[in-house]
């Protein structure tokens, strides 16, 4: 497990970027930050199997069959 991003690491990764922050919304972007990465980390736990990709998926063209 990793541990999570401080403000002043959101800081220096923004600036490194190109993006440099102003002090008061380092904890703001390190929040958001380790949310998504949250995320993220969750997402790669799915096992979606033999799901096919969202471009094959057509609206309207559903199986109104299927048993829930």
């Known amino acids: 497990m990793t541990s999570e991003l401080t403000p002043q690491e959101a800081a220096g990764w923004a600036l490194r970027a190109g ?10 972007v390190a929040a958001t930050a380790n949310h998504i990465h949250s995320v993220i980390t969750t997402l790669r736990e799915l096992d979606f199997g033999d799901t096919p990709p969202a471009a094959s998926y057509r609206a309207g063209q559903e199986n109104t069959d299927a048993t829930v």
Do not use: I, V, W
Request: charged share 30%; proline share 10%.
């Open 19 to 28: 993006l440099p922050l102003a002090d008061d919304r380092h904890a703001g």
